[in-house]
Structures are given as C-alpha cells and as structure tokens.
Nanobody, 124 residues
C-alpha cells in the first residue's frame, strides 16, 4: 500500500500562486507514476499533470501547460505542483495519485492510490 498526503491548498486571488505538495509513504518502491488531478463540485475528476517516477517523463493538461510546474524529489518521495497565474476555473479539490504499473498518465481510472485532496479556491 502507498499512502499519499497532500498539503498547500488555500485561497488565492486570480493571478496569484500556490504550491501544492504530495508526500508518499509505504510501499513506494514500485511506483511507476504520480500525478495531480482536480475535481470541482459537480464535475468529473480531471487530469492536471503527471510524471513517471524513474524516467521523469512529464505530461501536463493543455489547460495548465505553461502555468503549472511539477517537481519531484525521489529520495523524499515528494511531488510538488507549483501553480502560477491561477484562474477562477482552476478552483477545485486537488488530488495526488500514484500508479504501480505503466498506465496512460492522464487517465484517473488507472491510478491505484489517492490522497484525500487539498482545496484550492481562486477569487476573481
């Protein structure tokens, strides 16, 4: 089992920045990829960004490309998401996820483990 704990959410004005962090613990050695997803009330869980843990290949959704940046620290099993230029439409609950096996990085159904999420609110 892998446990994931997110932190760093909060309230920010449009145009501002937040940094989310995900700490992984447990049986992390077999992790293939980790990613960030978000879900707004009444909407489906959407892909934000993901990274393969060994090779470091990254994938970003078009909606955040150029504004959000992931960074990882393998030794500490942490994955951060720096979010700049936040827009009201970025407001959602952000979830960290991990996958054991090679999967399409942008498909939430393929991820095995999920954190509880952290709330991001963007005021206009």
């Amino acid at each position: 089992q892998v446990q994931l704990v997110e932190s760093g959410g909060g309230l920010v004005q449009a145009g501002g920045s937040l940094r989310l962090s995900c700490a992984a613990s447990g049986r992390t050695r077999g992790t293939y990829a980790m990613g960030w997803f978000r879900q707004a009330p009444g909407k489906e869980r959407d892909f934000v960004a993901a990274i393969t843990w060994i090779g470091g290949s990254t994938l970003y959704s078009d909606s955040v490309k150029g504004r959000f940046t992931m960074s990882r620290e393998n030794a500490k099993n942490t994955l951060d998401l720096q979010m700049n230029g936040l827009k009201p439409e970025d407001a959602a609950r952000y979830f960290c996820a991990a996958a054991d096996n090679p999967v399409p990085l942008n498909n939430p159904r393929q991820y095995n483990y999920w954190g509880q999420g952290t709330q991001v609110t963007v005021s206009s």
